[in-house]
């Protein structure tokens, strides 16, 4: 009923810049946070960048001043530009979004397939 395609990413030398895009589309009332998460080889899945509806967004550490989340409530999706970026940003992205898709319902966690983003040095 719901589903978030993500779009983007690939193989960018460090230094370089790629712009990701989430699109959630389906049966969808109301849309809380959207983020983006990375798992790279053999480590656990991590929290990039996270925006609340209001537009209030957190970064993990690593990726702060580099990395900019934003989304657009109209279009149902959100961006992720990476500036600077360097071989340990390598990983599989995942989009997530809280989403109500019913009035009486609660929110619900979703996720995007991944896009693989690779930064070689």
């Known amino acids: 009923q719901v589903q978030l395609v993500e779009s983007g990413g690939g193989l960018v030398q460090a230094g370089g810049s790629l712009r990701l895009s989430c699109a959630a589309s389906g049966r969808i009332f109301r849309i809380n946070a959207m983020g983006w998460y990375r798992q790279a080889p053999g480590k656990q899945r991590e929290l990039v960048a996270r925006i609340t509806s209001g537009g209030s967004a957190i970064y993990v550490d690593s990726v702060k001043g580099r990395f900019t989340i934003s989304r657009d409530n109209a279009k149902n999706t959100v961006y992720l530009v990476m500036n600077n970026l360097k071989p340990e940003d390598t990983a599989v992205y995942y989009c997530?979004?809280?989403?109500?898709?019913?009035?009486?319902?609660?929110?619900?966690?979703?996720w995007g397939q991944g896009t693989q983003v690779t930064v070689s040095s």
């Open positions: 997530n979004a809280e989403i109500m898709t019913a009035n009486w319902g609660a929110f619900q966690s979703y």
